[in-house]
């Protein structure tokens, strides 16, 4: 199953229509609703991506971004712990910690994530073979 | 209800984690049973038919959202939607095609497949613009 992941800047670029890379965000999220028409896929975020992008999903505003079936990959208590090795071992930043340990933690081999700074993924990633494109 | 809020009651019944069962008059076509049945017992495709049916059910769904969200985010923001051209090039990178570092090669394939089929998706300009390298190779 291909799996797509949002980091902070995709999550304001799709929120905000007026965001310079609102558009590239969108194309990616047709890409994939094209792809889901003949292969099993999923979006999904970290919920600390949510927290730095300001994605409070009961806000009115996010009524829109709701809609898109992008769910949420929580910071649980195993996640944590390898976000903490993460963090110590490439001094990334806890969102991208997070994202990382969700990464590491799924069982595709079909990982596509849509980041505006795609250094701190690949440190984030480590050996997980992920399609990391640069928003 | 306006379309919007048809959209927000139907994610509203995808999320729900209710584990209550109904028994439904929806009439399935016997074939599709049968297979569905044989999917199960040889192929090991879901725990049974009637989940591998609402694993099916639920996936349509979501993708059926996730179009009329897209839809409705067009008509409110005409400037948001992306081109042909532009979808190509994201499911390039995407696939890790090497057409990903050509969006000229994409734009051309765009404009001319544009012209012949009206309705081609992000996938035929990925293969046309292919074939247009195969034959020029």
Known sequence: MRVLLFDNEAVQALINPHHRKHRRVLAHLESHRQRRAKAPSRAIVPTTVRVEAGWNRTRPGSAAINRLRITDAELDSKTTDTATEIRAETGISVVDAHLGATARSLTTNDLIILTSDPHDMTQATGNKPATIITI | ?137
């Open chain 2, 1 to 137: 209800m306006n379309d919007l809020e048809i959209l927000d009651q139907i994610n509203k019944l995808l999320d729900d984690d209710d584990p209550a069962t109904v028994n439904t008059s929806m009439r399935l076509p016997r074939n599709l049973r049968d297979a569905a049945t044989l999917a199960v017992d040889h192929l090991g495709t879901a725990a049974s038919a009637t989940m591998l049916t609402a694993e099916a059910l639920r996936y349509s769904l979501e993708t059926a959202v996730m179009e009329a969200t897209l839809q409705a985010h067009y008509q409110q923001h005409p400037h948001a939607r992306p081109t042909l051209a532009e979808t190509a090039l994201a499911m390039a990178e995407q696939d890790g095609s090497p057409l990903a570092t050509q969006p000229a090669k994409i734009n051309q394939a765009a404009q001319e497949i544009a012209v012949r089929f009206p309705h081609a998706d992000a996938e035929a300009v990925l293969i046309w613009a292919e074939a247009r390298e195969t034959m020029s190779a």
